[in-house]
């Protein structure tokens, strides 16, 4: 990945670098400089808006100043075409206004052609404004009078007066075009250009129409306000050419690599999810930052490098999935996961209340599923929450689970110990779904403590809460340690309840071995069943639902890993 160096040459952002615990890494990704252009997603809205308040802007101008010439100057009623270009050009404008105010989305190509007809409905009534002044209105058969009696200032006066108002139209219309249309410097260069020049040639064609003495062509005052709009034309264009290089700089601090930064989805303590695009296969993704300075401890980091790595080798569908992974220039640790527009677990329930015991099964069985690649891999998930769990549509088929968060995994070593980041006797995970032996600060966490927590994670399904809710986090986890949990509704079938409350034995050795002993005890049960057209009939008809709401709530929790309302990390 290139980027022109101080000289002009092409550089590289491809030295290798090293993870927090020294191992060698791929090459680091950096912020190509001029090479993320304003995308046409955000360039539309842009221009959209900015057309109508020129459209609404000129509206209101040629119609005030209608008005008022006819009030205030009662001769002017007499120029037939200035009347009738005013009023084909304020039709003109309130068609487009109405075409710019419609519900359709427009394409980039749609509004340039607006913006050609608006910049033209203007060009041609400056033409039109030129034939009544300089031809029309009979000035310039006056200055031809005075040149002949030998009235020099008088004609020259008037000269220079006409010359101004055609200017003062000109100098208008090259701001608004430099300074509110988007554009390239080069695309508003040639437009400018095009408004420079119409005044004078307007005026040179009517001199010579005329037949009026050369000398008197430019007069003083003439020449002065034709450099004047020359001047304000050119600060038009480097208006027009810092504005874009702005937009570009803002463009280019939301790249990443490959990767341009569209909107926030999330953010907690220590980082943020992105969604974003790749910029080449135009794919949405998920990007999340952790910033060296949220960090603040190099163990968090390498917590979150460990995250990652652990998630790039779980290949199951439940199982988020990470594309891609690395450092900016600045020390900006990133990764890239899939988008999934849909809702967590938590916002489920929170919104449409506890699930029916054969979908809170079916979602259980997947998350089992998730867990069972990790186990055998050696890892503990630690951190297994509603938060944590996304429903989302994935291939046409509704209800399929995400578990995500793995900022808490623990990983076995080379010689089969567990590295770990947390110091013995501290509490990592989340109170109101935290094993025994974790509230207990224990060194020593296997597949069983995961197994416990989707126990926890099916209480909450079932019922709408944890099994210790309403309680500070301290007096959860002594919950955890020495209380057991309350009884299942009626409503869950004694074969569920079994299952569950056997996930949530205070000693490990009484709970199921592993989430794949789990899954199975889960697909025993009499409520093991929900369809595939149940799930889509359930979202179809769900209250309150609609695909827009379902993406935007998408990943909303991914960056919340360490809020403090409901976490105990250190």
């Not at 000269?159 to 080069?186: C, E, K, Q």
């Not at 990443?256 to 926030?264: A, F, I, P, S, T």
């Not at 929790?557 to 809020?563: K, L």
Request: hydrophobic share 50%; charged share 20%; with cysteine.
């Amino acid at each position: 990945m290139e980027t022109p160096g101080t000289d002009g040459t092409p550089q590289s952002f491809t030295a290798p670098y090293r993870l927090s615990d020294g191992t060698a890494s791929r090459p680091a990704v950096g912020v190509v400089a001029g090479s993320a252009p304003v995308s046409e997603n955000e360039l539309v809205p842009l221009l959209h808006r900015r057309l109508r308040f020129l459209v609404l802007v000129f509206l209101a101008f040629y119609g005030v100043t209608a008005v008022v010439m006819r009030l205030l100057f009662p001769h002017t009623r007499d120029l037939v075409i200035d009347n009738w270009a005013n009023a084909v050009t304020l039709a003109a404008f309130c068609s487009l206004l109405a075409f710019l105010s419609g519900r359709r989305p427009l394409t980039l190509g749609q509004l340039r052609a607006v913006e050609f007809l608006l910049f033209a409905i203007l060009a041609v009534r400056m033409v039109l404004r030129g034939y009544a002044l300089l031809w029309a209105a009979g000035h310039f058969e006056r200055v031809k009078t005075w040149i002949a009696a030998g009235d020099v200032l008088n004609a020259r006066e008037m000269l220079s007066g006409l010359d101004h108002r055609l200017m003062a139209t000109s100098a208008m219309f090259v701001v608004a075009y430099g300074v509110i249309v988007p554009n390239t410097w080069r695309r508003c260069a040639v437009v400018v250009a095009a408004f420079t020049a119409l005044p004078a040639g307007i005026w040179v064609a009517a001199c010579a129409a005329h037949g009026l003495p050369f000398d008197y062509w430019f007069t003083f005052g003439a020449v002065m306000a034709w450099w004047a709009l020359i001047q304000i034309s050119v600060m038009s264009v480097y208006g027009a050419y810092r504005i874009e290089a702005s937009r570009q700089e803002a463009a280019e601090a939301r790249r990443l690599g490959q990767y341009v930064l569209r909107e926030k989805l999330g953010g907690g303590g220590m980082g943020e999810v992105f969604l974003a695009d790749h910029v080449l296969l135009r794919r949405p993704c998920a990007v999340k930052l952790i910033r060296p300075e949220r960090v603040g401890d190099p163990a968090m980091l390498q917590r979150f490098e460990r995250e990652v790595r652990a998630t790039a080798f779980l290949t199951h569908p439940n199982t988020v999935q990470v594309f891609d992974y690395g450092h900016t220039p600045d020390g900006t640790f990133y990764y890239v996961m899939e988008h999934l527009p849909g809702l967590t677990l938590e916002e489920l329930v929170r919104r449409y209340g506890p699930l029916p015991p054969n979908r809170a099964v079916h979602f259980l069985r997947q998350v089992c599923a998730a867990l069972g690649e990790a186990h055998a891999r050696g890892l503990t998930h630690r951190d297994i929450k509603p938060g944590n769990v996304m429903v989302c549509e994935r291939g046409g088929v509704h209800d399929v689970v995400k578990v995500l968060d793995f900022g808490l995994v623990r990983i076995p070593k080379d010689d089969g110990a567990y590295e770990t980041l947390t110091r013995e006797g501290t509490v990592a995970g989340t109170p109101a779904y935290m094993s025994p032996e974790q509230a207990g600060g224990e060194a020593v966490i296997d597949p069983r403590s995961d197994v416990y927590s989707v126990g926890a994670l099916a209480y909450f399904l079932l019922t709408g809460k944890p099994p210790f809710a309403d309680r500070s986090a301290p007096r959860m986890l002594a919950a955890h340690l020495y209380e057991p949990p309350g009884a299942l509704p009626a409503t869950v079938p004694s074969d569920l309840a079994a299952v569950v409350m056997r996930c949530l034995a205070k000693a490990p050795a009484e709970r199921w071995a592993n989430s794949a002993s789990l899954e199975a005890a889960l697909a025993g049960t009499q409520m093991a069943g929900w369809s595939s057209l149940e799930a889509a009939a359930w979202w179809e008809s769900a209250p309150g639902f609609s695909h827009e709401s379902h993406a935007a709530v998408a990943t909303a929790t991914w960056a919340e890993p360490d809020s403090a309302a409901d976490q105990a990390r250190i």
